[in-house]
């Protein structure tokens, strides 16, 4: 074991091109017959000579070093045993390459301390590979292809339980792109292993088995591990069946024109339509012996971040667009927390169709910027405040509020129209927020801050606000779930949410330096940059604790009635809810109650009963439907069997045809089953159409089939006559065609493609 460890650290010494030379820098090197530069002494220095451990290994690589073709020289950092920085350095300069890590890390000792020959046989890793052969019915070792998916699949599942026990789910940015490559590379390796359906999830156990005790939180948030897994896996096989359809035919393409390299469109194509990360793409293309053109994939990547750049330029700036106000103009101080007015705020600009100007004037839409304000500028989700901006005076002067952004240099903008007196640079104005709207505004603000923590407490800690919309009695919440909430899970929230409300929680705003904030638990926007102060909103004395800068209730009682609208996914791992509060919320219900008491109504049922009443009435009505179902096929068959009465001989098979306007594709195959099952020899085509389109399908019995008439050959030629294509099985195949006007030559063909192929 000790000359092992011995040849893996020399071996490893070599890779790294560490110290090539003894004292003063003398060269250590010699010239290979193919010129080709050699290391032969190596420079080896120990930080801790006194340790015991130290000392043997160092004896090791002194003795047994020239049996691998190295002299060793071990340059001690200290004489009295220990190394200190200083003479560590100093001996170090004394190196002509200063290199002093190996690369050693726990898995590659792993690998020599159980005289293994890879990571993937350390007997933790092969656990879980013994799991995926386990379930793939891949054998270990068999051959290098099996043995790369088996590596990839035993190495991807490892990295994403960590991932996602870490709080990442999987998206298509940043770390939720890389854990979905992972994910989606793994299952694919299970496809080329022979698994159709979602295995990945099954291997969970077996990580987390081999890892708890180093990582018990592995082991608690199992059930979670498992759930996002298998989530991403089904949404995966919604699409790579789909997908791998097109590369194939992409490919096929490729190489039919005798081309190495798949074009960077096509590459993209997968990725945009289908999810195919480009990396799976490459990986794909390689096994075919192709290439990838990853510039002209890259190229449509940014083909694509232009338009979206260009449609977000086309909803309008909603900061500033074309005018500077320079420095002259500081930035606005906003004093609206504690409250709605504020007297002596000064006009420091104005803008009026995208120019600085002086003075506006009666029906002008203008942006004024002010030195304080109290309106809140729409920032993290809250929408604006309206109101007033009004001047007193002989002249006067009204500015109606209906907008306000705040600008990269602080300024806050106040969008909207001056309806009276006038207004102009330097003028002293009274902001007046409007309070009705305030209010409602601070009443679904304080409400998304409880619908946060009632879903984190439901649901887990890996739920991340990922978005909002704060409006009167109105909010839009968008938060990171791997699945759609049950409705079991959405009454819980809603009713955590209404209970807070009814706690009656005061509401504490202060600004404090940022470690302290985090040190009380407040919850920050991942990806957001907060300064070295931050504002801090606590709900209950600790109940809910956030960064926020915007404006909410002094009381969680002050919310009123909460009520979640609706929930659903926005895309890829993010959740929306819905909601309204205070007075909307009682707008809903009571529209709601209206609704019920009409549908007890038209059901002659009371509201209590409604459920049981419209369960029974459902019911009914797919008994009913069935009868329908079946009045409807025995008159088919009924049909049918005249249809044979009809037939024509030609040779030793009966030949009919039908045109039966408005019948369905169902019921088309109805009467073509019946007719092939009843007459071993029958060739039946039958035909319907509904508004300019035409449906055809086409039958053969046994007897026919083998005289080599066959379903998918009749249908073909029959629809190509009416301008449409079709195909099938032998004995059963549908199509379609367009041109009514040929339908009758159509069917009447079917007689001289029966002659045909039998001879006659």
């Not at 091109?17 to 002494?41: F, I, P, T, V, Y």
């Not at 292809?145 to 990442?168: E, N, P, W, Y």
């Not at 004093?335 to 007015?341: L, P």
């Amino acid at each position: 074991m000790k000359k092992r460890l011995l040849a893996t650290l020399l071996a490893a010494s070599v890779a790294l091109s560490l110290a090539a030379c003894g004292r003063g820098g003398s060269s250590s090197g010699g010239d290979s017959a193919d010129g080709e530069q050699k290391l032969n002494k190596l420079g080896y220095i120990s930080a801790a000579w006194s340790d015991d451990y130290c000392k043997r290994l160092n004896d090791a690589i002194v003795e047994h070093g020239p049996e691998y073709g190295f002299e060793v020289e071990a340059l001690n950092a200290s004489p009295n045993g220990m190394a200190d920085v200083t003479g560590y350095i100093e001996a170090t300069e004394a190196l002509a390459q200063k290199n002093i890590d190996t690369g050693m890390g726990l898995e590659r000792l792993a690998v020599v301390c159980q005289n293994v020959n890879s990571l993937f046989d350390v007997d933790t890793v092969m656990n879980i590979t013994n799991k995926v052969s386990e379930i793939t019915g891949a054998t270990y070792e068999q051959s290098d292809k099996i043995d790369v998916s088996l590596r990839v699949i035993t190495d991807h599942i490892r990295s994403a339980t960590f991932m996602i026990c870490d709080g990442v789910l999987p998206s298509n940015e940043g770390r939720g792109y890389v854990l979905r490559r992972l994910l989606r590379r793994a299952a694919r390796h299970g496809k080329l292993l022979g698994v159709d359906h979602p295995f990945l999830y099954e291997v969970c156990d077996t990580v987390v088995h081999e890892n708890e005790g180093h990582y018990p939180e592995l082991r608690e948030r199992q059930d979670y591990i498992t759930k996002v897994i298998r989530t991403e896996e089904e949404n995966f096989a919604k699409t790579i069946d789909g997908g791998m359809k097109i590369f194939s035919e992409l490919l096929a393409e490729h190489k039919a024109k005798g081309e190495t390299q798949f074009a960077g469109s096509d590459a993209f194509k997968l990725y945009d339509t289908y999810g195919f990360p480009v990396d799976l793409t490459e990986e794909m293309v390689r096994d075919e012996g192709m290439t990838l053109d990853r510039a002209g994939f890259d190229q449509e990547m940014e083909a694509q971040r232009v338009r979206a750049r260009k449609a977000r330029e086309a909803l309008g700036d909603l900061g500033w667009s074309g005018v500077e106000f320079g420095k002259e103009v500081p930035a606005t101080v906003f004093d609206g927390y504690a409250q709605t007015t504020l007297t002596g705020a000064k006009v420091l600009a104005i803008v009026a169709e995208d120019t600085l100007v002086d003075e506006i004037i009666p029906g002008v839409e203008a942006i004024v910027v002010l030195d304080r304000t109290t309106f809140y500028a729409e920032m993290g989700g809250q929408v604006a405040d309206h109101g007033t901006l009004a001047k007193s005076g002989p002249e006067g002067g009204l500015f109606q509020v209906t907008d306000v952004q705040k600008n990269k240099g602080g300024k806050y903008m106040h969008y909207g129209k001056l309806t009276q007196g006038s207004l102009k640079v330097g003028d002293v104005v009274t902001t007046a927020v409007d309070p009705v709207r305030r209010a409602a505004i601070m009443r679904a603000h304080t409400a998304t801050h409880l619908l946060d923590k009632a879903l984190r407490t439901v649901l887990g800690d890996h739920v991340h606000q990922a978005g909002s919309l704060v409006e009167p009695d109105r909010l839009r919440f968008d938060f990171t779930h791997f699945s759609a909430l049950t409705a079991e899970e959405l009454a819980q929230v809603s009713a955590m949410v209404n209970e807070a409300i009814l706690e009656g929680y005061d509401v504490v705003t202060e600004e404090l330096p940022i470690e302290q904030a985090k040190k009380k638990g407040a919850i920050a926007l991942f990806g957001e940059k907060y300064g070295d102060v931050v504002r801090v909103v606590d709900m209950g004395e600790g109940y809910s604790v956030e960064f926020c800068g915007g404006t909410h209730l002094s009381n969680t009682a002050k919310v009123g009635v909460f009520h979640v609208g609706s929930e659903f996914s926005v895309a890829s791992g993010v959740r929306r809810i819905e909601a309204t509060t205070g007075k909307l919320s009682l707008e809903v219900m009571n529209r709601n109650q209206e609704l019920l008491f009409e549908a007890a109504a038209a059901m002659k049922a009371k509201p209590g009963e409604l459920r049981e009443k419209a369960k029974a009435a459902m019911a009914e009505i797919k008994q009913l439907h069935q009868v329908i179902e079946k009045f409807e096929a025995e008159a088919s068959l009924g049909q049918a069997r005249q249809f044979l009465m009809a037939a024509k001989d030609v040779g030793e098979l009966k030949v009919l045809t039908a045109h039966r306007p408005g019948m369905d594709g169902n019921a088309l195959r109805q009467m073509g089953d019946f007719l092939r099952d009843k007459e071993p020899n029958v060739v039946a085509v039958l035909a319907s159409t509904n508004e300019e389109k035409i449906t055809f399908l086409a039958v053969c019995g046994k007897q026919a089939i083998a005289k080599g008439i066959k379903a998918g050959d009749l249908v073909k030629s029959v629809c190509a006559l009416c301008g449409g294509k079709g195909g099938g099985k032998p004995d059963s195949a549908m199509g379609g065609g367009k041109d009514l006007l040929k339908l009758d030559d159509a069917l009447a063909s079917v007689d001289d493609f029966v002659a045909v192929k039998l001879g006659l």
